[in-house]
């Protein structure tokens, strides 16, 4: 899924990158590289690791002993900037005891503000857009040299595809992989096509090579990442005509099946889907393959027709619930999520309750629920008035939590009693003696440790559940 979320992000683990090699740039200095957002600007991270140590620095945890410190950031909602700029002013008093330390702005943020940040956060040294990675020994190298450097070049056709990403943070079990980059979809309310670019796709080969060399290392579960993943394309025009004879033709619903081949106990997970673009194919691929994971991402936004046509969403209300009714009749045990926002530009009492009733209609397991943000040069922000005082946003959000925390409780109270296969991915935070894992519906499952371990699935039979995890006894075999 894509969203907004701080973490810091951690060390080691190599990839192997087949890039030519830059050496001298980092020559064992110590780089804290910091992600904020979406899964996206994560998966982009272990991209800039990869690049980042084939030029020669190591990483480290620690601000106060880094040479160069780079944040990734998200411009999606204005609090997520407010969130980057606060810790941007904690490094520029850290940077004040250490005038060598290298400050950089990386991904959304860096591409919204550009030469501004600069001006604005007078102690960043670097900016740079989330397609402009490749350069960044360089730019650090015109950094060492004296002087700001930024690049902020959006490409029609970057897609790092052959670039191995170094696994940061991980339990090296559940890994992501950006099958595309950019977004075509002007969604009035959103910043990312601005931040991100055009849509493109990866080469679908480098993506099964990648799920590969995953499993291969031991993962058991990948997460294939888009903006809009159903309008994934491979040798094919906007128009769904063939770009190339000869040349191999795929959408979502081939690669998603292709990756889903590497092997049976490789699990499958993506995100996100978007309303209008998500097939019948898809969801049959979903249903013929055990590993494809039945969970879907489904951002609805709002549950009003006219809201949804001021956001250009491209989709009505009915519309919507006609894909819910279709995942339902296709795959009967399919967990669905969303993204809802409350507080449009002009959002009317009556357009909210629509929303309230189409989350009660459709009962999601789990939602992302936000107050909406102006991002400047949206098309809501140049057409619309941001009228809906932050005091009815935040009432309207609460009535929204409330409905999604009744639906979420019992969509897992529904699982209890039942037997589910579960991945386990680690010792559980509550207790040592207990393991955690996700059923495929990705609801987490916490049950006694035996002689389990992580990275293998399990039979856990459940007997119970919190409002958001079951808790059962695994079957030993
Ligand atoms: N590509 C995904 C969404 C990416 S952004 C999709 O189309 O569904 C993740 C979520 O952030 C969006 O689904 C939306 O709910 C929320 N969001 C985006 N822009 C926002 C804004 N200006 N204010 C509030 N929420 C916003
Ligand atoms: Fe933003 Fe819409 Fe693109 Fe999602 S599909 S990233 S909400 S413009
Ligand atoms: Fe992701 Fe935030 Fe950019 S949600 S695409 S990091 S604006």
Redesign the pocket.
Known sequence: M???GEKVIDENRQGEAVMAPVPSTGSGRKLLLESYG?QMNFSDSEIVASILTEAGFTTTRDAEEADVVLLNTCA??DNAEQRVRARLQYLRSLKSKKPDMVVGVLGCMAERLRDQLLEEEKLVDLVVGPDAYRDLPNLIETVDSGQKAVNVLLSREETYAEISPVRLNSNGITAFISIMRG?D?M?S????PFTRGRERSRDPESVVREAQELFDLGYREVTLLG??VDSYKWNLTSKGEVKEEGKEVVNFAQLLEKVALVNADLRVRFS?S?PKDMTDEVLHTMAKYDNICKYIHL?V?SGSSEVLKKMNRGYTREWYLERIAAIRRIMPDCAIST???AGFCGETEEQHQETISLMKEVGYDMA?M??????PR?L?ERKYEDDITEEVKGRRLQEIIDVQMQSAAMRTQAFVGKRQRVLIEGVSKRSDEQLFGRNSQNTVVVFPKGNLVPGTYVDVDTHSCTSVTLIGTAVQS
């Not at 309310?189 to 990312?192: D, E, I, L, M, S």
């Not at 936000?370 to 991002?375: L, N, P, Q, T």
């Open positions: 894509l969203h907004e979406c999606i909602r977004c979809n969604c309310f959103c910043v990312v903006q809009n996100t978007h951002p936004q993204d809802v926002i992302f936000f107050k909406y943000s102006e991002r949206t809501a």
